[in-house]
């Protein structure tokens, strides 16, 4: 009895060691800003392949870009979900939002094959000393059809943000970049 009580203040004690009250570490959810408008598209279903971020981007910590151009890792600011996740789904559902087209991540959850798929791969993925929320990369379009042309086209997004504003403006413009970057996508690789 004296040992199961021993060993049950053992598990509590660690259990409490666990819970520090001094942790100031914030989560950050990437919200889908909305679109700015509605771009029709010559498909019906658009499959997106998970996005490829650099590694500083597909970090958990909150990675910001200094005057000197050195990236700074915030360790007491975390991004709420897989940068990578969170960027691809985010991706879905903008695209989806202003084509109106059946648009999914891989793998596609449908039994019929999507008409067309779309890669993205991203260079520059960060918020800048100066105010704004960078993003370059490529992105390539194959269609399901032979007949259809494929594409491969770079990317130069940029979204504006008050540097007074903290990572709630980051956060803010990062989901605006992403929103941008799906409708450019729609309207110069997707028509």
Same mark, same amino acid.
């Given at each position: 009895m004296k040992f199961v009580q021993f060993f049950g203040f053992i598990v509590l004690t660690l259990g409490l060691g666990g819970c520090d009250s001094g942790n100031d570490t914030v989560r950050y959810a990437g919200v889908v800003a909305p679109p700015s408008e509605r771009i029709s598209i010559r498909? !019906?279903?658009v499959s997106v392949r998970e996005v490829s971020l650099p590694s500083y981007a597909a970090a958990e910590f909150l990675v910001t870009q200094a %005057? =000197? @151009?050195?990236?700074?890792e915030s360790a007491d600011t975390l991004w709420a979900d897989d940068p990578t996740r969170d960027l691809t789904l985010g991706f879905s559902q903008a695209l989806r939002t202003i084509t109106g087209a059946r648009v999914a991540p891989d793998p596609w959850p449908f039994r019929s094959a999507p008409d067309v798929t779309v890669d993205i &791969? *991203? =260079?520059t993925f960060v918020a800048r000393a100066d105010g704004t929320f960078l993003a370059t990369g490529q992105y390539f379009v194959a269609p399901e059809e /032979? =007949?259809?042309p /494929? &594409? %491969? &086209? @770079?990317?130069?997004i940029s979204a504006p943000y008050l540097v007074q504003g903290g990572v709630g403006a980051v956060a803010g413009a990062r989901s605006r970049a992403v929103s $941008?970057? !799906? /409708?450019? *996508? $729609?309207r110069y690789g997707l028509r």
């Open positions: 498909y !019906a279903s %005057a =000197d @151009g050195s990236l700074v &791969r *991203v =260079d /032979e =007949d259809q /494929e &594409r %491969a &086209r @770079g990317f130069t $941008a970057l !799906a /409708e450019h *996508v $729609a």
